[in-house]
């Protein structure tokens, strides 16, 4: 076997840029003249049309995106409760024990731990086994 009837591609020869006129690759080495794509360090970011309207933003968008109607819900668990001053528990006492963030419009609250005192807890939705165990604890549940 001859090395010119060897085949291509693991063996094909890295391409040599800038070696002369004659090698078809030399002076802008294949890269054009100046603009970004002849800098170093140039990397196109995926769907760029060199500053055509791409692609993906001439189409119409289509299907149901249910993240752009979704109210964010702060969610509290039973066993922070502890922390805070008082009994009665609603979106302004959270907000001062820093439980949940002063942008935080609605809270939920989840049975994750025990609690032994009695709250007036007011919350837009709750789980059954928070319920259960403030009702247990002889607190009461408004949902507001």
Not at 82 to 93: A, E, H, M, R
Not at 110 to 119: A, M, Q, Y
């Amino acid at each position: 076997m001859k090395e010119n009837s060897l085949p291509k591609g693991p063996n094909r020869e890295k391409k040599r840029l800038g070696r002369g006129e004659s090698n078809g690759r030399g002076k802008t080495c294949c890269r054009g003249h100046k603009g970004a794509g002849a800098r170093s360090g140039y990397s196109l970011r995926a769907g760029f049309e060199g500053g055509q309207m791409p692609l993906f933003r001439k189409l119409p968008q289509r299907g149901f995106n249910r993240a752009r109607f979704q109210e964010s819900v702060a969610v509290v668990n039973l066993s922070d409760l502890t922390k805070v001053d008082g009994q009665k528990i609603d979106l302004s006492s959270l907000q001062s024990a820093g439980l949940v963030r002063s942008s935080a419009q609605k809270i939920k609250l989840l049975g994750d731990g025990e609690i032994t005192t009695s709250f007036d807890v007011h919350v837009n939705q709750i789980s059954g086994s928070a319920k259960s165990k403030i009702e247990a604890a002889g607190g009461s549940v408004t949902l507001v």
